[in-house]
């Protein structure tokens, strides 16, 4: 089946500084790749649709100034979030779909934490 | 404006006692009602989708249901490895985003 990798799995960064999560589909090509960011005990709130060879759509809310998607090839996309501050603090989930008839991959997500 | 409802929030049960977790949506455009199953600190893992009223999809000790209005994951004789929080989600045609539910966490005790 489809699998969808995510690095790191962890990462704590001082404040000010930037972090970079990469989203990798393995075994399929993913033109588009979602990511979504979750607080504890609620659920997943989308983020951003990284699109390949184009720029990312934004959801209302987003700073995409701090949230900074490249989508360069057909298997990988990432997420700087730049001059982190703690509220930046959550878990971060990439997810991508291999067919349109299948199911949503996700990835393991990030645990972003900043001190 | 789309949305998706979970219910109840948080469930215990005894291994073995059966019972059913509740999706209610208004999604435009429905195009798949998706249950996922996510473990602390992971992320979703996909269970089923289902596409239209009526349709049943069965997994183990899972099966998912779906109406016009709601769907159901039935959990039948549990066990402590199917504690989990179970999400729902409905994919809009309209918008193509997944639309998440705030979950259901199952504790199964032994």
């Known amino acids: 089946g489809a699998v969808v990798s995510q690095h790191p799995s962890r990462v704590i960064c001082k404040s000010g500084t930037s972090v970079k999560i990469e989203c990798r589909s393995l075994?399929?090509?993913?033109?588009?790749m979602f990511w979504y960011r979750q607080f504890p005990k609620q659920s997943l709130m989308l983020m951003a649709t990284?699109?390949?060879?184009?720029?990312?759509?934004?959801e209302q809310g987003v700073e995409k100034d701090k949230f900074l998607i490249n989508h360069a090839s057909l298997t990988l996309s990432t997420l700087t979030v730049t001059s982190a501050h703690p509220e930046d603090s959550s878990f971060y989930i990439c997810?991508?779909?291999?067919?349109?008839?299948?199911?949503?991959?996700f990835g393991s997500g990030t645990r972003l934490t900043v001190v | 404006e789309d949305q998706v409802t979970q219910s109840p929030e948080a469930l215990r049960l005894q291994e073995g006692e059966s019972s059913s977790l509740n999706c209610s949506y208004t999604?435009?455009?429905?195009?798949?009602l998706f249950w996922y199953r996510q473990d602390p600190g992971k992320g979703p893992e996909f269970l089923f989708t289902?596409?239209?009223a009526g349709e049943e999809k069965e997994k183990e000790r899972l099966k998912a249901t779906l109406t016009k209005k709601e769907s159901f994951l039935h959990i039948t004789a549990p066990k402590p490895e199917d504690s989990a929080t179970y999400l729902c989600?409905?994919?809009?045609?309209?918008?193509?985003?997944?639309?998440f539910g705030q979950g259901t966490t199952l504790q199964v005790k032994p």
């Open positions: 997810s991508a779909r291999e067919r349109v008839d299948y199911g949503y991959t």
């Open positions: 999604v435009s455009g429905l195009r798949g």
């Open positions: 289902l596409y239209s």
């Open positions: 075994d399929f090509q993913a033109t588009t």
């Open positions: 989600a409905g994919h809009s045609g309209n918008t193509g985003k997944l639309i």
């Open positions: 990284s699109n390949e060879g184009s720029k990312a759509t934004y």
